[in-house]
């Protein structure tokens, strides 16, 4: 952890309500800036700020605040370090760099705020500080929601250091791909030129650098000589100018040992302002990017940010300069060559780069390692990525280090990650007339990595802005377990479709024999969702413990609602006798009838006019697997019937965020609980689910291996497991729920394990 007094520069602060307060009262000073700065968000990154209801006023000056206080930090180091950076180097960020850099500078001498950021500053601390350390103080001026609305996810340094060990990895000179272990491939690192074409706060140039210098290092290269050939053959480039001096200031510790070696350095910065994909290059508000030259390899993490968020003109410019000469996203009618809304597009802008920038010539001794959504590896916006074919070349993945479940950007972004390492295959690319002429066959299956946690079918909880497992690679090693597998096509047949490992998850893919049901849909909580008082005004005989996503844990429930259930199924014509049985309830819905028959759902027509939609003789069925749709909580539980101290004992009813199966078994409905909460099925689900809003969605869990009741030995112990995991869960629900998934309970982890011993050894034999 750093010595450096970031508490006293937070948003907490006075040093930052003084800059703020001045800022404010220079508004004819800063407008203009402010002004250029904004229409360059626009252009990179559309209307992101309003659509996370971030104020455009207090983003930029919280980044000119951060840009002044990470300026005051590059001149102590540089000062410290005895070199003089000059103004060649200030002058690559470009001229909206320059006035940025300029009024931050400005209004933090004149607000006095320059007085506490200066010389509280300890240049040999300074000198300590590591790239975690200065996201630390990025996200302790600039909230979490300005930074998602920029796309900024700031990669952790143990997968940074992760993502540089993969280009010495399998498959690309013979290396530990898996464990990213120091291996004989480290000497073509040590001499290559490696480009980091979106280097946002530099965490990849700190690794590289400090991998390479250790390298040098030990060939016994004298300081002065690492010195340049650092300086030469490590790259940055970013598109934010505030983005490229936090990039500097990283930049300029890692070089600190060396530095302190040479007697009177002379040092150029290689990070500049720029637009690598070209985009920007006719636009004179946009600097454009350096020249450079092809490299070895290409490391980093590309914006995170779908098609939709791209302003008109913006996706124009992508299509005309990307898209279509890339063939990216080859798609049918009116999608054709244009992007989904939820396509990716981190991989247009990696193979844009890959082209651009890496020696297709070079074949495997050409390398890149990227971080990127974990989601390419299913679905149709990653179709493009596992095409791996940019304009006539082909790619060969060569391996993955993959995170489903473990978040390791922390709170910033609840997004899996992995690792990819590429480089271009070798020879003329496949005519792809046939599925094994394709890339995509000629690279699986894929050696990978599969990282999680000790225990394994938890998912993360972390709730701080990082994780620190993920710190550094030696945190990474000792707080999580590996396993090495590979990445296979779902359909071996149709090699670009979804990837999964080889282990026992493609053994739980299969033919399910159940029909998954939607819970009940009613488009008016107001009117059905009920609370206790209003039951003495209504008949009870339709009102039920009704289930959201929030009550729903592995094996159990954490409480419920009540809900207002007028009829038994879709269109039941009931209107008379429920007037004729229970009057105050019709009276009730008959109120609010005009609020009724305004909801808009075409699947709310047919029937009387309090209809529900999802509602048949399921779901009164006597047992349910239920399950939340939305978000990715991979948890399941059996629910029957359920005791409420109002009504009391009355069958469960799934609410709309939920999906079910329906049984009148109840070992069958154990059976397949226990199979969806093991740990094969788990790992499975996260490598078919999205995160997108409807993760576990009925195509999803449709994909899985979902036997009916057979009675056989091994069903009957896992039907068993699951009954005495579902007697634990209620003895431990008398705390918050969030007390509760952070509690340990020996009794249900024992069973747990059991299942999972279980589960694993019917998917081997069967």
Request: with cysteine.
């Amino acid at each position: 952890m750093t010595g450096l007094p970031i508490g006293r520069w937070d948003r907490e602060s006075a040093a930052y309500r003084q800059f703020h307060e001045y800022a404010r009262d220079r508004d004819d000073d800063v407008a203009p800036v402010r002004t250029a700065w904004l229409s360059f968000l626009r252009a990179a990154h559309g209307d992101a700020l309003a659509a996370n209801d971030v104020d455009p006023t207090t983003l930029f000056l919280d980044c000119c605040y951060h840009e002044f206080v990470v300026g005051r930090l590059l001149s102590v180091a540089a000062e410290t370090l005895g070199v003089d950076l000059g103004d060649a180097d200030s002058a690559e960020g470009g001229d909206l760099g320059d006035r940025l850099a300029d009024l931050a500078d400005r209004l933090g001498r004149e607000s006095g705020v320059a007085s506490v950021v200066g010389p509280e500053i300890d240049g040999e601390t300074l000198l300590d500080t590591g790239v975690a350390d200065l996201r630390r103080l990025y996200e302790a001026v600039v909230p979490r929601e300005s930074r998602l609305a920029l796309g900024e996810y700031h990669t952790p340094p143990g997968v940074a250091e992760l993502a540089v060990s993969a280009l010495t990895g399998s498959g690309a000179g013979g290396a530990d791909a898996r464990t990213g272990a120091d291996v004989v491939a480290d000497d073509w690192l040590a001499d290559a030129t490696v480009l980091d074409p979106g280097c946002g706060s530099g965490v990849f140039l700190a690794v590289t650098l400090d991998r390479k210098r250790r390298l040098l290092a030990e060939r016994g290269v004298p300081p002065a000589e690492q010195l340049r050939r650092l300086t030469d053959t490590v790259l940055g480039i970013d598109l934010n100018p505030i983005a490229v001096t936090s990039a500097r200031l990283a930049y300029l510790l890692a070089l600190a040992p060396v530095l302190q070696q040479v007697d009177e350095p002379e040092l150029t910065l290689p990070v500049a302002v720029g637009d690598v994909v070209g985009l920007t290059d006719a636009d004179p508000s946009f600097p454009n990017a350096p020249t450079v030259p092809t490299v070895d390899a290409l490391v980093g993490n590309p914006p995170w940010l779908t098609w939709d968020r791209l302003p008109d003109d913006v996706q124009t410019r992508w299509r005309s300069e990307v898209v279509e000469p890339l063939d990216l996203f080859p798609r049918e009618g009116q999608h054709a060559l244009l992007g989904h809304g939820n396509d990716d597009l981190g991989v247009a802008f990696v193979f844009a780069c890959l082209d651009r920038y890496l020696d297709a010539e070079a074949g495997h001794d050409a390398r890149a390692s990227f971080v990127l959504k974990r989601d390419l590896l299913t679905g149709s916006a990653g179709k493009a990525f596992r095409s791996l074919r940019v304009g006539d070349r082909d790619l060969r993945l060569t391996s993955v280090h993959d995170f489903a479940g473990l978040s390791p950007f922390g709170r910033q972004v609840r997004a899996d990650a992995a690792v990819y390492a590429l480089c271009f295959a070798d020879g003329d690319a496949g005519s792809g007339e046939t599925a094994d002429d394709t890339p995509a066959a000629a690279s699986l299956p894929v050696p990978t990595t599969a990282w999680s946690t000790a225990t394994e079918t938890g998912e993360s909880a972390e709730t701080a802005e990082a994780d620190p497992r993920f710190d550094s690679l030696s945190a990474l090693r000792s707080s999580l377990t590996r396993t090495d597998t590979d990445l296979v096509a779902v359909d071996p047949t149709a090699p670009t479709g979804a990837w999964v490992r080889a282990d026992a998850e493609r053994a739980a893919l299969g033919e399910c024999a159940h029909t998954i049901r939607h819970g009940v849909k009613d488009d008016a909580k107001a009117v059905y969702a009920l609370d206790r008082e209003q039951l003495a005004g209504l008949e009870s005989e339709h009102v039920f413990p009704y289930l959201k996503s929030r009550h729903v844990v592995k094996f159990g429930l954490f409480g419920h609602d009540l809900q207002l259930v007028p009829l038994r199924s879709i269109g039941q014509d009931n209107e008379a006798t429920l007037r004729e049985q229970c009057p105050r309830t019709y009276d009730y819905l008959a109120a609010n009838r005009e609020r009724l028959e305004s909801r808009a759902s075409s699947w709310l027509d047919r029937g009387p006019f309090y209809t529900l939609f999802g509602l048949g003789d399921y779901t009164w069925a006597d047992y349910k697997v239920v399950w939340c749709r939305l978000g990715f909580k991979p948890h399941f539980a059996v629910v029957s019937t359920r005791e409420d101290p109002d009504l009391g004992e009355k069958p469960v009813v799934p609410g709309d965020h939920c999906m079910f199966v329906a049984t009148d078994d109840e070992r069958e409905a154990h059976l397949l609980c226990a199979l969806l909460n093991s740990a094969p099925y788990q790992r499975t689900i996260r490598s078919i689910a999205s995160n997108g809003k409807s993760s576990l969605s009925k195509s999803v869990v449709s994909e899985l291996r979902l036997p009916e009741w057979e009675g056989t030995a091994i069903q009957a112990e896992l039907a068993e497991l699951s009954m005495a995991a579902h007697d634990i869960v209620p003895g431990h629900v008398d705390q918050s729920k969030r007390s509760y998934n952070a509690a340990t309970i020996p009794e249900l982890e024992a069973v747990q394990s059991d299942i999972d011993s279980v589960v694993s050894t019917w998917l081997v034999e069967h």
